[in-house]
């Protein structure tokens, strides 16, 4: 674990030199925020609420996809990258001080997203809601981590940022992320939604801040994400390795 949280500073490090990349993650769900819940469901307790957990996972998403997608392309192109391979630490610490980085930054992406909910909306949580929405960031985190290792793995840097902008958009929709709660989807996206792995996301996430009782098929839905996307980020891993010390 030492070793891990050596290169989790040193991602960390790497992403505060350029704000930008910390403003950006946290960029796109503040002004989802702004311009699809306060408006229209902001002064409704409950529907607040509800958005507030789509809008949360819209930020888990964002920045996992882009931070592994693209950050981990760009890093391949580094010489630095092929030097870490080398070192007897091994990958285990150097992916877990990765995914350790990403989620610090996740939750940082998350700010703006729950200070607006706390001062223009009517969202309110609990306590203990609050702790467990805590939690089931950090739950959510990981399909969205092994769809960008997967895409940071596979492709060279310039594919990556396309494929994750196209990957990301169709997910986000498709989960009904954009819609609010649960009651506003349309029937439309509520066919397709309970197959994607956001609406298994934010089901959780709802599931630990309101009331709500996640569908059974949103939550096997996910977890058969959940392994495909392991296989297909490790195999990408694998052949990547593979080339570069063939």
Known sequence: MPLALVHARFQLLETVRIPVAIFGSAFFPAAAMLFFVVPFTGEDATAATYATAAMVT?????????????GVAEDRDKPWDPYTRTL?????????????????????SMIPVVVIAAVATAARVTPVQFLLGAGAVAVISVPFTLLGLAIGYSLPSK??????????????????????????????????????????????????????RTDPLSMVMLGVW?????????????????RRFA
């Open 58 to 70: 819209f930020a888990v998403m964002s920045a996992n996809i882009f931070q592994y997608g693209v």
């Open 88 to 108: 007897p630490a091994g990958p285990a610490a150097r992916l877990t001080g990765r995914i350790l980085a990403g989620l610090a930054l996740t939750y940082l």
């Open 159 to 212: 594919a990556a940022i396309v494929v994750a902008q196209l990957v990301f958009f169709p997910l986000a929709v498709g989960g009904g992320l954009l819609t609010g709660g649960p009651d506003s989807t349309p029937g439309f996206i509520k066919a397709i939604a309970p197959y994607l792995p956001t609406r298994g996301a934010v089901e959780v996430v709802w599931a630990a801040t309101t009331d709500w």
């Open 226 to 242: 959940l392994v495909v996307l392991a296989a297909v980020a490790g195999w990408a891993y694998r052949r990547d390795e593979g």
